[in-house]
């Protein structure tokens, strides 16, 4: 079920960054085990009645972790998952904690879905649709029910995506999510939250016989960093399958997500046509915070993003200042990086240095999405207000390939407002849609509000690189990105 709109979304892409995009992939994923004095261990084989004190004493559930308190010392505590296991659910991140992983194998995975669906018992054919199958989600109804962290409480559970992955363990396809009840062909799905039903469009037997593993994606975040929360760290982990992998809210401070893998987040309705999904989100005032040596992939949204936005009536305003993004791999995401706070909100002595961003715009969204638009799918879209960004810097990045933007920029290195661009390499293709710049709301000397800025040859790309990083490190016109 691969077509032209989205074969890059499934199949392999190639770029220009390759080999150092697998050699960063490499290093990440066999990224070794820290020690801690004072951990708890959870393993799938261990007892929420065991003290969790040593690996044979291990704890067993997520429930048991959220029962922890906070520590009382900055980076008391850890909690250690056994490699190799697999947890579902959310976290509630304590502050002064570290999660990690011990033991020999893969990182540990925690998954947003539930469960596995790949259970015939649960699919039922439709009464009066052939090819439709009901799933009932009845218990996804509720806002907190013990399992959930919703990111607001106020919203349903959601079915963002709907993930069907072989024998080998690898995503062959997932849902398109339609907003009602008109499903019509292969892996069309609709999730009526009012009689918590989930509708899908699959031709053939039953399809918990046609694939082994079907994950749902929820809507709530596997880790939550609460407001107040500080000191957190999130290590070595695999975060897969949720609305948000990491979620920051306002105040929340101290926060380090390093070595981790975060995959297939997103799709779910917050509102009436907004669908979120950001890898690692921080909200409002959050700062002291570190991300570094992550993979970061399939993001309907976000890869990571800074974001918030005060409201016009208060007096309130948000102000993210000391983050560092270094040396991740960003991939596939709709945004890899995204700078989105209102026009009253304040960032300062953020960087984003020796990051790997590819394939901008190749997601999951291209084929499960309606009601929004890919215009500014890009490596780097920074949208804020027009008070200045205090040494916001955006320097030696490998940007490989997007399928629209290299940037999606309101002041690029312009005005002294937006973030100082600068010493990145740049490998973009040619087609219709791909180019190194959109920018809107600009007034300044060399640039056009609301215009696109593109690249069909190298003396192009050059010269409108130029425009948002005078100090280029180097610039690749590699025409037609191939894919297996």
Not at 47 to 65: M, Q
Not at 101 to 122: H, M, Q, T, V
Not at 204 to 227: H, S, T, W
Not at 443 to 449: C, W
Request: glycine residues 8%.
């Amino acid at each position: 079920m691969v077509d032209s709109i989205n074969a890059g979304v499934y199949n392999e892409l190639h770029g220009h960054f390759d080999a150092e995009a697998a050699a960063m992939k490499e290093y990440i994923l066999n990224m070794p085990d820290r020690t801690f004095k004072n951990a708890y261990y959870v393993s799938p084989n261990g007892d929420d009645a065991n003290d969790g004190r040593t690996p044979e004493t291990a704890w067993k559930t997520l429930e048991r972790v959220n029962a922890l308190e906070d520590a009382e010392e900055f980076h008391q505590q850890a909690v250690l998952f056994e490699r190799g296991g697999v947890w579902r659910g959310g976290i509630r991140a304590r502050s002064c904690t570290t999660y990690s992983a011990y033991g020999e194998g893969e990182k540990p995975r925690i998954y947003g879905s539930p469960k596995n669906f790949a259970d015939e018992s649960l699919w039922t054919p439709d009464e009066t649709r052939e090819n439709v199958w009901k799933l009932s989600l009845a218990d996804w109804k509720g806002k907190f029910d013990g399992a959930f962290i919703n990111v607001r409480d106020h919203r349903p559970n959601d079915a963002g995506n709907v993930i069907f992955i072989d024998a080998q363990g690898e995503v062959v396809m997932c849902g398109k999510n339609h907003e009602n009840d008109d499903i019509e062909k292969d892996f069309d799905f609709h999730h009526d939250t009012e009689n918590g039903v989930l509708y899908l469009w699959l031709s053939g037997d039953n399809p918990a016989k046609q694939y082994p593993q079907i994950e749902i994606v929820p809507n709530y975040a596997i880790f939550r960093c609460l407001e107040h929360h500080h000191h957190i760290t999130i290590d070595n982990l695999c975060l897969l399958y949720a609305n948000f992998g990491v979620s920051c809210s306002h105040t929340a401070h101290h926060i380090t997500v390093r070595g981790c893998e975060i995959g297939w987040i997103g799709g779910c309705f917050v509102g009436r046509r907004e669908r979120y999904g950001n890898g690692i989100e921080l909200y409002g005032d959050c700062n002291d915070i570190l991300i570094e040596d992550n993979w970061i992939y399939q993001c309907f949204d976000a890869g990571y993003s800074n974001q918030g936005r005060t409201r016009h009536e208060t007096r309130i305003r948000f102000w993210q200042r000391d983050v560092m993004v270094q040396n991740n791999l960003i991939e596939k995401c709709c945004y890899n990086l995204e700078i989105w706070i209102g026009r009253h909100d304040l960032m300062r002595d953020c960087v984003y240095r020796d990051n790997i961003l590819r394939f901008a715009g190749y997601n999951f969204e291209r084929f499960n999405r309606y009601g929004s638009s890919l215009r500014c799918a890009s490596h780097g879209c920074f949208m804020y207000s027009r008070k200045p960004l205090i040494n916001v810097l955006i320097m030696d990045n490998l940007m490989d390939y997007s399928y629209r933007h290299m940037f999606s920029v309101a002041y690029p290195n312009v005005n002294g407002k937006g973030p100082q661009i600068f010493h990145n390499q740049y490998a973009q293709r040619d087609s219709d849609q791909a180019t190194v710049a959109y920018c809107w709301d600009i007034g300044d000397e060399g640039f056009v509000p609301e215009t696109t800025y593109y690249a069909h040859s190298q003396e192009e790309m050059e010269a409108n690189i130029a425009l948002v990083d005078q100090q280029a490190r180097a610039v690749f016109f590699d025409g037609e990105a191939t894919h297996e």
